[in-house]
């Protein structure tokens, strides 16, 4: 947990973001933030339903990266032994680009056997871009007061780990505000109600959205080898992909069969969050990265910029960073990270090309490019559990009595 994180390190990281995009028009830089519910499909589906990406080099060993992508969003804890199941009908899909343009390279799959729920947990098949595969258990949600430990599982013959279960949601954002932000763009576009995120209250804090609910996560740590292509920077796009013709049998179970469908990704996911008109942001999710390369979305993304009040320096520096390239998360190999709960130094991480890690506050920096590089904070800085120091990094999940049998506060916020 980011508790040092203050006004002067904010501004620091919200200058050395805007400098990395100005020095850029580089195709590597990109802005993040979260994915939770970004479509209509989305609301009726949520087990396909992205949350977050993370890319980062393991800060007790800068050889190995960890891919992190959540999904199925604001699981309630009494409820969580019947809702964290991975859906045994869709792929789960890492797609690497290690040669600068937006077409996917590699690809790290996972499928899951038939989930139940309660005390029955399931099994993985990880099949990696060398053509190796094995399997791993999930980490078993329980209804007790302490959290289950993290089941984590090293592959000795490839060098790869894997963990899959419901930790906290690790993305915070104070997202009532975000969200009034967008509107307010939409009914009086070009003069947003930058106010939204001063909320009143009493210590000018805003609420995190995602306090006290958990997300189903899948996070794996491969080897940097196994990745990098012709140069340092590989780029990460989640997916989450059905099989086109779904089949519901008499005994209810659900099966499928056929060519594989994109129904949710997620790079760099403000893009359809905020800046996709809501007609089109299924389409947005079925779409690929190569499509955005190709100018398929773009007039929408920079008329929603335009109705933010951003100006065309930044709207270019945007769409060269998350739209041109395709709309996928960069990570350079060689950035140095280090640091506790995944990394937290400020030269790495989010801004500096170092991918995404759990602890970057990538909401304010986001605001801050949509708003031309004027400073603008949700004034969310750290999540509400502070995260591991080991893989999977995630902090536990949040029991159905997180602060004692007595104490009914169990740290959802409006």
Known sequence: MMSGFGTKTKVAMVCAVTAALAAS???????RASDHIDGPQLAHDHASDLGDTYAFLDPND???VVLVMSMNPFLISSEIIGQAIFDHNLRYRFEIENTGDARPDKFVDIRFTRGVGRETGQIATINLPTGDSFEAPT???LQ???????????????????????????????NTAANRFVLSSIRNPGNPDRSVFNRGFEDQNGRDTYAGFNILLIAVR?????LRGDSDVIG?????????IQIVRTDGEVVGSGQWIT??????????NGLVPPARKDEYNGASTEDDANGRFEADIVQSLRNLGTNDTFINMILDAAVRNGDILRLNLTLENFGPGGGNNPNGGFGNMGGRRYQDDVGDATFTLINSGEPLTDHVNVNDDTFMDTFPFAAFPIQPNPRGRDNADDRTRL
């Open 139 to 141: 980490t078993i949600s």
């Open 144 to 174: 007790g007061d302490d959290p289950p430990p993290f089941v984590v599982t090293e592959d000795p013959a490839t060098g790869v780990s894997f963990y899959a279960g419901a930790p906290d949601d690790p993305f915070f954002l104070d």
């Open 236 to 244: 990460l796009n989640s997916v989450t992909q059905r099989q086109r």
């Open 25 to 31: 028009v580089t195709r590597w830089t990109s802005l």
């Open 263 to 272: 129904a949710d990704r997620d790079g760099t996911p403000l893009v359809n």
């Open 62 to 64: 800068n050889s190995k």
């Open 222 to 226: 491969v080897p940097v080898e196994m």
